[in-house]
């Protein structure tokens, strides 16, 4: 595996913020009530990743380690910042449901650990590609689990889209059970916590077949 396949794979898989390393939780447990929900926070998380790793790694030669934490923090919060205002720009109303995350993205895990971890270390392009796939793969855990939420919580999928592609985006919503009374275990944080354990599992569950289905190579034992 090369080094950008590598990067790549841990993103989306081996080492995935949400279902490995368990970072961001907060979020990640409050706003994937629904698919829409989910799908703004991760745009906006993977935003900032990339904002943040990239300017980290043009400065990283430039801050002395003393205070690099505090100068990565201010980074993160111009690029929260930033999305923020992009958000309440284009996505006011889905800004008015979910803006407090947003606002908490600047001290969320995922992003101070991969600019403390990787973009100090590493140059632009990597730091970029980390970036982004970190942010994809987090936001494929919101997606999975904020539709596995949405369908047995309303019974529906892709609810109130319009909130992010404007009036007209209505017709994107799929009714999966007809005069389903809902359930609200699932779109309460109990509902997130047992969502996420089963997301965890299954992962483990592929990972443990995936390890068994591997050759073992064996060794010959050298002779005289």
Request: with cysteine; glycine share 8%.
């Amino acid at each position: 595996m090369n080094h950008y396949s590598e990067i790549i794979h841990n993103g989306l898989w081996q080492n995935n913020p949400g279902l490995v390393q368990l970072l961001g939780l907060c979020p990640l447990l409050a706003v994937t009530s629904t698919v829409v929900n989910a799908l703004g926070l991760g745009l906006a998380t993977i935003l900032v990743l990339v904002i943040s790793n990239v300017s980290v790694s043009l400065i990283r030669n430039f801050v002395r380690p003393e205070i690099r934490i505090p100068v990565f923090v201010m980074i993160i919060a111009v690029a929260v910042t930033i999305t923020q205002l992009i958000m309440q720009a284009y996505f006011y109303e889905l800004y008015l449901i979910i803006g407090l995350f947003i606002a908490l993205i600047t001290t969320n895990c995922v992003i101070i650990a991969r600019a403390e971890a990787f973009a100090s270390r590493h140059n632009v392009r990597d730091a970029f590609l980390d970036g982004l796939f970190m942010g994809l793969g987090f936001t494929a855990v919101l997606l999975v689990l904020g539709a596995m939420r949405e369908i047995i919580g309303f019974g529906t999928l892709f609810r109130q889209f319009e909130l992010m592609f404007g009036a007209g985006a209505e017709w994107v919503e799929i009714t999966v059970f007809e005069n389903y009374p809902g359930f609200l275990l699932a779109i309460l944080p109990p509902g997130a916590f047992l969502g996420l354990g089963l997301l965890i599992a299954l992962k483990n569950v592929i990972d443990q077949k995936r390890s068994a289905a591997k050759p073992v190579s064996v060794t010959q034992p050298a002779t005289t």
